[in-house]
């Protein structure tokens, strides 16, 4: 069933659980993420990020495929189709597209320019019947070309932006995206801290979700994070399944070369990816 993200994000925040986000690439990272939500009764965020959308041809596609497969899977849970780190003209061909769901990216603008933006993003959103993410200090790392430094967000400007009525928000507090350095300095919780008691009920996500340890998940999902993204690490655990298959030499075994068989493997250890992910924070069983 594929819904806003608001009430689901709602929910998770006043239920003390987070919704995950799992970031799409093709039909196989989508099928595996809506028949895990379904199977587990959870509710899912699909992502697609501007470079995803482009790989996939367009957003007009990516919306048709998700409708499609949700429907032809019978998925009953909700699933928001969401635009992951949007620009500006990257929301409104979502908007148009047909997503249920869009993020505005305007953390490297001035805040005023990201205020003004942001608003106006917020107004169409809800009048379409969307939910919006908006973000303040950047993500760390890289992710499909949108490069950040990984700063802390300042908590009054997360409170300026929550209270332009967005439905959730981004805010950096040493996340970073892709892998996390050896010398990583972990989350910054007393900015986490800070954050929501300015934010109040606002569903806060947490970006770079790939490697974060347990404890400091569920930590930051007691200070407020209803929302947790994760990118890399399906794209790891599909890159590791598929070499095992290969380097065990099933692709030349009767028809292994059949791409219904080579990308089996994968496929399945999205699954399990995402079924320990949503385990963790806590999901399951949140859509019966
Ligand atoms: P990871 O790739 O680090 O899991 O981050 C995902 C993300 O934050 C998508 O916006």
Not at 23 to 41: D, V
Not at 98 to 110: A, N, R
Not at 175 to 192: E, R, V
């Amino acid at each position: 069933m594929l819904v806003s993200a608001k009430e689901m994000l709602e929910k998770a925040k006043a239920g003390h659980y987070a919704v995950g986000q799992f970031n799409i690439n093709n039909l196989e990272w989508t099928k595996s993420i809506l028949l895990t939500a379904q199977e587990l009764k959870s509710p899912v965020i699909l992502g697609v990020s501007e470079g995803a959308g482009k790989y996939m041809t367009g957003f007009k596609t990516v919306a048709a495929m998700v409708k499609a497969m949700d429907e032809e899977l019978g998925i009953t849970v909700p699933v928001a189709l969401h635009l992951d780190h949007g620009t500006y003209e990257g929301c409104y061909k979502c908007i148009k597209a047909g997503f249920t769901s869009i993020m505005f990216d305007g953390s490297h603008y001035p805040i005023e320019e990201n205020v003004a933006k942001t608003t106006e993003l917020v107004n169409i959103a809800h009048a379409m019947g969307m939910s919006i993410e908006a973000e303040v200090g950047a993500i760390g790392g890289e992710e499909d070309g949108v490069v950040g430094t990984g700063e802390c967000a300042d908590p009054a400007e997360c409170k300026m932006i929550a209270d332009l009525g967005v439905d959730m928000l981004a805010a950096g507090i040493g996340n970073i995206h892709g892998k996390y350095p050896a010398n990583w300095a972990g989350l910054s919780f007393d900015t986490l801290d800070a954050i929501q008691q300015k934010t109040g009920d606002m569903p806060l996500v947490l970006h770079g979700g790939t490697g974060i340890p347990a404890d400091m998940i569920k930590k930051a999902i007691s200070l407020g994070v209803a929302k947790i993204n994760v990118n890399t690490e399906c794209q790891l655990s599909f890159q590791e399944a598929t070499r095992k298959y290969i380097e065990a030499g099933k692709d030349l075994e009767g028809k292994g070369f059949d791409p219904r068989k080579l990308l089996a493997p994968g496929a399945e250890a999205i699954k399990a990816t995402v079924k320990e992910k949503m385990e963790l924070f806590g999901s399951v069983g949140k859509a019966e």
